[in-house]
């Protein structure tokens, strides 16, 4: 199989390829697609028995650095459900980890950093990132562009992701996960010197790897800023919007498509519109034709609770319908969760939802 050289690969440019006018990229762009595109946050993960006969003995960050491995786990969903997009399997942390940040992800738990980044010390000792750092997400990339092309009518893109800067940032100065993010926000209004030195360097090495799997042939990025929904809308704006946007502006001039999502992020989406997103990802609590209102004409993804999966087929389906019909109002839908698959989710639901979206008449 030959693997196309970076620069003749296909970023979603019109008028380059079959790529382009899959439904995902039409949508993304405002075009008219021909079904709604639907792919899951977490779609590759626990919900697959396959994924976990893979996995099986592998550690979570050690599986992300064996580019088989991550083609294979990348590919499962897709080949199961068909889903419009395939999206990078890896981790927020996992560039902290190549980099050389003592970390590891528990089972159950999450990422656990060895010590807290506290002190502008602690920032300037994390490394920046290079190409150097991830050759095998290079490696991954290029081979799942050569896979992802020959399925589906158009190929199947693939999104890349990285952590945003405060979602990174509150693991690395909590610790490990938190409720609260209280030790981040003490440092956030104790220190703001500490605090914008480490999110310039966090929104470095987001956008670095970002660069890395766009230069290898990821068609479209999502930047996952899943806690921001912890910050009032002046906190954001002051305190983590600057970087997120400048990661997003880095992105923005390879010309690839950019997804911006939190958790829980209703009073924040036009911030996070204006920080640079072509599409605004939207979570489940938050009405998507509000918050369609709120994102000024951008493109928006979401949001069917995740929790939908474990009622009744019929009951799925009619909130799904009704995501869609809400869709409508805006320049495009893209489907989703309004956040990650639950990994006790019965996969043949997943199944049912993916023909169900992409099977519903537009016109
Ligand atoms: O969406 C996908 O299919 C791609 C893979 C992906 C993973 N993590 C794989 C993973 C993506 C996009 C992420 C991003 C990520 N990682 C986020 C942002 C998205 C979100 O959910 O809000 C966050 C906050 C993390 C940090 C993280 N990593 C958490 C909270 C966990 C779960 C811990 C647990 O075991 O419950 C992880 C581990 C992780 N990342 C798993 C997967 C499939 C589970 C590890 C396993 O299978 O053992």
């Known amino acids: 199989m ?3 050289r970076a620069d003749e690969q296909d970023h979603g440019t019109p008028g380059r390829g079959a790529l382009t006018q899959s439904a995902f990229l039409r949508a993304v762009r405002g075009e008219k697609p021909s079904h709604t ?11 697959l028995p396959e994924y976990l006969a893979v996995r099986e003995g592998i550690g979570m960050l050690e599986s992300c650095m064996d580019p088989d491995l991550v083609t294979e786990i990348t590919l499962q969903p897709v080949r199961r459900y068909g889903v419009d997009a395939a999206i990078f399997f890896s981790d927020i942390v996992l560039p902290l980890k190549a980099v050389g940040v003592d970390l590891d992800i528990k089972p159950g738990v999450g990422p656990v950093v060895a010590q807290p980044v506290r002190t502008l010390a602690d920032v300037e000792a994390i490394p920046d990132l290079t190409p150097e750092h991830v050759p095998f997400v290079t490696a991954a990339v290029r081979s799942l562009i050569a896979e992802l092309a020959g399925i589906g009518e158009h190929g ?6 990285a952590g945003a800067p405060f979602t990174v940032a509150s693991y690395l100065v909590e610790g490990g996960p938190s409720k609260d993010h209280a030790r981040t926000k003490a440092l ?6 500490v605090w914008d030195a480490l999110m310039a360097k966090i929104a470095d090495i987001s956008a670095a790897f970002l660069e890395v799997q766009v230069a290898a042939g990821a068609s479209a990025v999502q930047l996952f800023d899943s806690w921001a929904g912890a ?10 919007m600057p970087h997120s946007a400048r990661v997003l502006a880095r992105v923005g001039e390879l010309g690839v498509p950019r997804i911006h999502f939190g958790v829980n992020s209703g009073f924040l989406l036009p911030l996070m519109g204006e920080a640079g997103a072509d599409v605004v990802g939207v979570d489940w609590r938050t ?3 509000w918050a369609i209102g709120q994102v000024g004409g951008r493109v928006v993804q979401g949001n069917l609770d995740p929790t939908l999966v474990f009622a009744p087929t019929e009951v799925l389906l009619e909130r799904a319908a009704q995501v869609i019909e809400a869709g409508r109002a805006a320049p495009g839908h893209v489907f989703n969760l309004g956040h990650g698959v639950i990994p006790s989710t019965d996969p043949d639901q997943l199944a049912r939802l993916t023909e169900f979206v992409q099977a519903y008449p537009l016109d």
């Open 156 to 161: 199947t893109p693939l999104i890349g992701f």
């Open 287 to 289: 009405p998507l034709d």
């Open 37 to 47: 595109p639907v792919w899951f946050m977490r779609q590759a993960g626990r919900a």
């Open 231 to 240: 910050l009032t809308p002046q906190d954001y704006e002051r305190f983590v």
């Open 2 to 4: 030959t693997t196309p």
């Open 188 to 193: 956030m209004y104790g220190a703001p010197d």
